[in-house]
């Protein structure tokens, strides 16, 4: 497969509603990482899905994510319904107290990414940095290995893995493979990965894949279109924080 050259986000057809674009389910952040929750609703804003959920776990999160997303609706998670969901971003007990929903789209980042054999989602995807891969029992020391890696984990999760890092790697259960170097090293800093992970999510909602060389053109879609933003946004501004790469991320789609 080779990256794509065209637009980023799903065509809006003349009678598109809000629901017609895609939903997505957001459970993301805590009472320790509150701002993991702002970053992650905010990248699934920008990834063309009409309609956000949030799931309200805990006071400061969700009051920090309804002052900043009017537009974004709160729920408890029994009440969501979602085409897509991202979950674990900032939300280090997760791990331990929740139920992954069934859904056509599963997102799973940071401490969530350990759950990943329990998903019943038709496709399942995977954001892990180095360490997170690692822990996972892939010995990334080789990186001449990286793809065998890469593509080992995600046959034997059945998971669609995006390895973050200086170059993004991206695997399918079925052996399809994309690499490139697609950011800079100002996305090295804490919050980068958790809006990319709502915004694959908010992506696939909007783009409907229905195969799986489908759900990788998404993920190159928005691998690139994130590491566009952050090389934009870093021009400007030193250093790059991850609330200046979600300013800049609606300026660097096509």
């Known amino acids: 497969m080779t990256w794509l050259r065209t637009k980023t986000l799903a065509h809006r057809v003349d009678d598109a ?3 017609s674009h895609g939903t997505v389910g957001v459970i993301a952040g805590s009472t320790q990482y509150p701002g993991a929750a702002v970053l992650t609703v905010g990248g699934a804003r920008r990834g063309g899905a009409g309609y956000i959920q949030y799931a309200d776990l805990a006071e400061l999160p969700t009051q920090l994510v309804m002052t900043a997303y009017p537009d974004v609706i709160k729920r408890k998670v029994k009440d969501i319904s979602a085409d897509s969901w991202v979950i674990g971003s900032g939300n280090p007990v997760l791990i331990h107290t929740f139920n992954l929903p069934k859904s056509t789209f599963l997102v799973l980042d940071a401490e969530s ?5 329990k998903s019943r989602s038709v496709f399942t995807i995977i954001t892990p940095h180095h360490g997170e ?8 020391t080789d990186s001449s290995l990286w793809k065998v890696h890469v593509l080992q984990a995600a046959n034997h999760l059945n998971a669609y893995v995006v390895l973050k890092g200086a170059k993004t ?3 399918s259960p079925d052996g399809l493979f994309l690499s490139g170097h697609f950011g800079t090293p100002a996305l090295a800093t804490a919050g980068t990965g958790d809006v990319l992970a709502g915004f694959i999510a908010s992506m696939l909602a909007s783009w409907k894949p229905e195969t799986s060389e489908e759900v990788m053109d998404v993920l190159q879609r928005s691998v690139k279109a994130h590491g566009r933003a952050a090389i934009r946004a870093s021009r400007r501004i030193k250093p790059l924080t991850a609330p200046d ?4 991320l609606p300026k660097s789609l096509r």
């Open 17 to 19: 509603n809000k629901y």
């Open 113 to 117: 990414i350990s759950l990943v054999k």
């Open 133 to 140: 891969f690692s822990r996972l029992g892939y010995d990334l």
């Open 169 to 171: 790697l991206i695997a």
């Open 245 to 248: 790469l979600l300013a800049e």
